[in-house]
């Protein structure tokens, strides 16, 4: 459903606000980006954690002015995504895997329904992939600074910090405050539901994982599209083999991993948010592009 539209920006990108509904029926706020031709790739970007889909507004601008359409969203209980007080309470971060990620995919696949069909994943965008009964359905998969999350792919300090994060500072800020307030380390903050389940996976050496801790996924295996994941040297929330941890979970996917420095890129840091930032050299992006419609499209073109 249509909420609300914006003009077209200088390069003839129209931009138009949508609700979407998740599997569940829960409504989830979207954008959708459309430049003044399609290569015929629908691109799905699912956020990291506590982000807002307008952070990658500048990079989804920029796929739709490649000729791709694209669709960002908000997770349930994030950004304009708004929930009631006792539904919000009930959420958990695997709802946003198995629940609102797929309905996104279903609507974007009934928009265009004769076009090719990739994600772009940030993060924890790329970590519940396997949550999703779409899987199969993808052509292409971008990760951008995706990770296992198990708290010890850490080293150091880092390790500890993050043991303290999810033993500690979690469980005690979500029973004396109701949530987590995760704009403390550079997000939004987080329900109850879904900041306690997140620490709990970030406990598990399996990290998605259900009520009993063992290995939750249920698609990851069905997941067969080529994948690349662009990790960076500065980038402590996503070190490599955190990086190589996720890798391994999606064992049927033809794998590509770019582990970057800035200066490869012609930047001073990218760390785990610079990808997405207007800032961010138009070279790397088209490099992505590129592959993201070579990889997409691939068996049309062999055909």
């Not at 770019?258 to 490099?287: C, N, Q, S, Y």
Request: charged content about 20%; aromatic content about 10%; proline content about 7%.
């Amino acid at each position: 459903m249509s909420v609300g539209t914006e003009a077209p920006s200088p390069s003839g990108v129209r931009v138009e606000d949508v609700q979407i509904p998740a599997r569940d029926g829960q409504p989830l706020a979207a954008t959708l980006y459309q430049g003044s031709r399609s290569n015929g790739v629908a691109v799905q970007i699912n956020a990291g954690t506590a982000i807002p889909r307008r952070y990658y507004d500048a990079f989804a601008r920029h796929l739709a002015d490649r000729g791709f359409d694209v669709i960002t969203y908000d997770y349930r209980g994030m950004g304009d995504s708004r929930m009631e007080p006792a539904a919000l309470r009930k959420a958990r971060f695997q709802d946003w895997g198995e629940q609102d990620a797929p309905g996104v995919t279903d609507w974007l696949t009934a928009r265009f329904a004769s076009h090719r069909l990739a994600v772009v994943g940030h993060s924890a965008g790329g970590q519940m992939l396997g949550l999703a009964d779409t899987a199969p359905r993808l052509h292409a998969v971008l990760l951008i600074a995706s990770q296992h999350g198990w708290w010890r792919y850490w080293r150091g300090r880092d390790a500890l910090l993050l043991a303290l994060i999810w033993n500690v500072v979690t469980p005690v800020s979500v029973a004396l405050l109701g949530y987590f307030p995760g704009k403390l380390v550079g997000m939004g903050n987080l329900p109850p539901g879904i900041a306690s389940q997140w620490a709990r996976w970030c406990r598990n050496p399996h990290y998605v994982s259900d009520d009993r801790g063992e290995p939750l996924r249920p698609y990851n295996e069905r997941l067969r599209a080529p994948l690349r994941l662009y990790s960076f040297t500065d980038d402590t929330y996503a070190p490599e083999a955190a990086v190589q941890g996720l890798l391994a979970s999606y064992p049927q996917a033809p794998r590509e991993h770019l582990h970057r420095t800035p200066a490869e890129l012609g930047v001073k840091r990218i760390g785990h948010f610079g990808w997405f930032r207007p800032t961010m050299p138009r070279a790397a992006w088209d490099e992505a592009a590129d592959w993201l419609e070579r990889a997409a499209l691939r068996e049309t073109l062999s055909g």
